[in-house]
């Protein structure tokens, strides 16, 4: 049972659903660091897409089962390769047969942890769930390969709580309320943050939705004005 979508879930709670034009976005918080992971399923199509099966199986099948009664999870993308957020990879990959991708620069990593086989990402490409459309962000930093996804909405829009071409960024660990992940040390973090303004900032809106791997989320406009604190305090 899924609740409005405000941007915040309750561990262990039940999940929360937003209703867009194109798709259904889904939101539970799992595992004991709280990990978000996020379901996206295509209302034509019924076809869905996992970001993060960070752990709690059993939780992200019925997660699964409550977003489509048609088609079968087909996609589970990884943001990054810490281990809060592949626990549940394997279990979930055996029980749909989703195929696993991650970033180029963290897929060995991952399939050397969960012994799943897991494909490669590349930044600017596009993955389809049914008729919708996700881009591959890069963001170096967190890890070597951590990704983001972004959806646009359509360009018209019908139903309650959409926004003609707003962006939806799915961002990992690499974005949050009040700053960039954490990073290990001077160059990872200066890496960090020029990915995150010239490909995130520099080209989506303020009314840009920021679903993060951990906790609320926020909005690029929201964000926008601490750019510059961020990078004079170096995290």
């Known amino acids: 049972m899924t609740t409005d979508y405000t941007g915040d879930v309750s561990p262990g709670g039940p999940p929360a659903v937003r209703h867009l034009d194109e798709v259904d976005v889904r939101k539970a918080s799992v595992g004991p660091m709280d ?6 399923t295509c209302h034509r199509s019924g076809e869905q897409l996992l970001i993060d099966a960070a ?21 589970v993308v990884t943001t990054h390769r810490h281990p809060d957020h592949t626990g549940a990879l394997a279990a979930i990959v055996a029980v749909t047969g989703a195929t696993a991708l ?3 620069a ?9 012994r799943v086989p897991v494909d490669a990402l590349e930044s600017g490409q ?12 890069a963001l170096r930093g967190h890890t070597p390969g951590s990704v983001a996804l972004a959806y646009r ?10 926004v003609a071409g707003r962006v939806h960024l799915f961002t990992g660990d690499s974005l949050f309320p ?3 992940g954490k990073t290990a040390g001077p160059e990872e973090f200066t890496s960090l943050m020029d990915d995150l303004e010239a490909r995130v900032f520099d080209r989506f ?9 951990h906790g609320r989320d926020t909005t690029l406009g929201t964000e926008r004005s601490s750019l510059g604190k961020w990078r004079a305090r170096g995290w």
Not at 35 to 40: K, T
């Open 106 to 114: 963290d897929a060995e990593a991952i399939i050397a942890a969960t």
């Open 178 to 180: 009040g700053g960039p």
């Open 35 to 40: 990990n978000n992971a996020y379901l996206i």
């Open 153 to 162: 909405e359509p360009a018209e829009v019908s139903s309650d709580g959409a």
């Open 102 to 104: 991650a970033g180029a």
């Open 205 to 213: 809106g303020d009314d840009t939705w920021v679903y993060p791997g």
């Open 55 to 75: 752990a709690d199986p059993d939780a992200l099948l019925s997660l699964v089962r409550e977003g489509s009664s048609g088609a079968a999870l087909s996609t």
């Open 126 to 137: 596009v993955l389809t769930v049914g008729h919708a459309a996700l881009e591959v962000v």
